[in-house]
T-cell receptor, first 117, second 112 residues
Framework: GAVVSQHPSRVICKSGTSVKIECRSL??????MFWYRQFPKKSLMLMAT?????????EQGVEKDKFLINHASLTLSTLTVTSAHPEDSSFYIC?????????????FGPGTRLTVL | GENVEQHPSTLSVQEGDSAVIKCTYS??????FPWYKQELGKRPQLIID?????GEKKDQRIAVTLNKTAKHFSLHITETQPEDSAVYFC???????????FGKGTMLLVSP
């Protein structure tokens, strides 16, 4: 089946540092990937749409200078949380549609738990 | 944009009972409705989905129904088991977009 991986699964960093999270499609090419943020016991909130070879599309209220997205290849998108602060602590999950299944069906990565001290 | 409402927020059932989770959506043009199951600390996993040209879809103990006129869709789980305990999310996608709008989730607890 389609697999989406994320790395790291868990990261703890000091306030003010930057953290990079990778999202990879392992057995398919993803021209589009999505980044979500999930607070404890809450729903998934779309942060941005990552487009291979072009700029990401950010949802309203998401600071693009704080959450840098790079989709450099058809199998890799990265989310960099710049100058992280404790309020950025959250569960970050990526997803991607699998072309051989449908353009709608999204498969999620395992998520990255970010804790900013 | 699309708005998805999901009820109930929590649902407790006894093993073997049925569970029903309901969602409504606002954009009548939405045409794809997936359901995801998320266990604590893990990724959401697609369990079933339905498109607007179909009224019902079933996969073993899980079924989804869609009422386009009323703009609501429901997840039905029969013969619930403790391993069904998780948070379930519904979502909707308007045509021409691949982004999902999620409901707030339902925490299902199945007691043995």
């Amino acid at each position: 089946g389609a697999v989406v991986s994320q790395h790291p699964s868990r990261v703890i960093c000091k306030s003010g540092t930057s953290v990079k999270i990778e999202c990879r499609s392992l057995d398919f090419q993803a021209t589009t990937m999505f980044w979500y943020r999930q607070f404890p016991k809450k729903s998934l909130m779309l942060m941005a749409t990552s487009n291979e070879g072009s700029k990401a599309t950010y949802e309203q209220g998401v600071e693009k200078d704080k959450f840098l997205i790079n989709h450099a290849s058809l199998t890799l998108s990265t989310l960099t949380v710049t100058s992280a602060h404790p309020e950025d602590s959250s569960f970050y999950i990526c997803s991607a549609p699998v072309p051989r299944v449908s353009t709608d069906t999204q498969y999620f990565g395992p998520g990255t738990r970010l804790t900013v001290l | 944009g699309e708005n998805v409402e999901q009820h109930p927020s929590t649902l407790s059932v006894q093993e073997g009972d049925s569970a029903v989770i309901k969602c409504t959506y606002s954009d009548s043009a939405s045409n794809y409705f997936p359901w995801y199951k998320q266990e604590l600390g893990k990724r959401p996993q697609l369990i079933i989905d339905i498109r607007s040209n179909v009224g019902e879809k079933k996969d073993q103990r899980i079924a989804v129904t869609l009422n386009k006129t009323a703009k609501h869709f429901s997840l039905h789980i029969t013969e619930t088991q403790p391993e069904d305990s998780a948070v379930y999310f519904c979502a909707a996608t308007p045509p021409g977009y691949s982004t999902l709008t999620f409901g707030k989730g339902t925490m299902l607890l199945v007691s043995p």
